[in-house]
């Protein structure tokens, strides 16, 4: 089963979201250079791999702005505009501040703003 596809607005940009999974902590994926939420769930090890993440978490997955289906506007967001888009879907599905994220490259370079937020 896919997740329901939500939207959160950062800015005058909407950013796409999806959320999976019913645990005690918030998981928050933060992709790396493209992503859709909803092609995801296409390829099967990694719709297993995000269910098994959503196993023991609630897991926030987004669409950085300019790709999958969130807005394609204005040139390349720089760190701060990239946080305020974490921070915009962080609201919108209503995560706690205690946010941990998988390590990856982008994760790496969110992870003291998902923290501090």
């Known amino acids: 089963m896919t997740p329901e596809t939500r939207y959160a607005m950062s800015g005058d940009v909407s950013v796409t979201s999806q959320v999976i999974g019913k645990g005690p902590r918030d998981l928050i994926d933060v992709p790396g250079r ?10 099967p090890a990694v719709a297993r791999f995000l269910r098994r993440l959503a196993s023991f978490s609630r897991l926030i997955l987004f669409d950085k702005r300019r790709t999958g289906l969130s807005d394609r506007v204005g040139n390349l967001p720089d760190l701060a505009t990239r946080m305020d888009d974490v921070r915009a879907v962080m609201d919108a599905v209503g995560a706690e501040s205690d946010v941990d994220s998988p390590a990856g490259s982008a994760a790496r370079a969110s992870c003291p703003g998902v923290r501090s937020w």
């Not at 493209?34 to 390829?43: A, G, Q």
């Open 34 to 43: 493209m992503s859709n939420v909803e092609v995801l769930w296409n390829e």
